[in-house]
């Protein structure tokens, strides 16, 4: 099946309004093409995509160590003073017979945060290798980590309801400790690396690809990535 793509067909997107419009030469003075809607520069890709995409994931992977080895409450009370981290909110929850809030736990709060660091992580190290492996798949992958970021202050949420249930007493003042600051770095960093990266960079080396094989005897030239 043949298609043309926006680039062959000499069209750009805007990234700020979406207004697609033919490309054409920057006016004398500017370094790239303005939008003729809301006047952004126009760029073929995001600008360093895969570079801000890596730094913000590798923040993110750095402080979920934290996030789930510092306490994430601090309760103080006649008894004694005690510190809770996740996974302890979590074994708390289940060994009291409240499984399905356990469960609700670990999935928000270590498995998601977990899976999206790996998928991330994946696309980039595809995309930078200009891989034309499965690029439907990691498509679907993509928006299903967008999908998944749209709800990821549900974890914030659980770790508020951690600190609100686990091992309450009497008298007892309870205070997010450090691993709630790194917990609430982790899921603001993943959305903004899901949000930093181009999946049309999943298509690119398929694209080319494809045009090697219609015209073998030419050398395809890569595309800009401006």
């Known amino acids: 099946m043949k298609y043309v793509t926006a680039t062959d067909a000499g069209l750009i997107s805007c990234h700020a309004c979406g207004h697609l419009q033919a490309r054409a030469r920057p006016k004398a003075g500017q370094a790239h093409q303005r939008c003729g809607r809301c006047n952004s520069p126009l760029h073929l890709r995001h600008p360093d995509s895969l570079m801000r995409t890596w730094a913000l994931l590798i923040a993110a992977a750095l402080l979920y160590i934290p996030a789930n080895l510092l306490p994430v409450m601090h309760t103080a009370s006649l008894v004694g003073d005690e510190d809770d981290t996740i996974m302890s909110g979590v074994v708390y929850f289940w060994t009291s017979g409240d499984a399905p809030l356990a469960v609700i736990v670990f999935i928000a709060s270590i498995l998601v945060p977990m899976l999206k660091l790996t998928v991330i992580a994946l696309l980039c190290i595809t995309s930078q290798r200009r891989s034309t492996w499965r690029p439907i798949e990691r498509s679907k992958l993509y928006r299903l980590v967008e999908f998944i970021g749209r709800w990821s202050m549900l974890d914030i949420f659980v770790v508020t309801l951690t600190v609100a249930l686990v091992r309450f007493q009497s008298l007892a003042v309870i205070t997010a400790g450090p ?17 930093q990266f181009d999946p049309r960079l999943i298509w690119d080396p398929v694209d080319e690809d ?17």
Request: hydrophobic share 35%; proline share 6%.
């Open 210 to 226: 494809k045009h090697q094989q219609q015209h073998p005897t030419q050398h395809s030239q890569d595309r800009p990535h401006e």
């Open 179 to 195: 691993g709630a600051i790194a917990f609430g770095s982790v899921v603001i960093l993943t959305m903004m690396a899901s949000m």
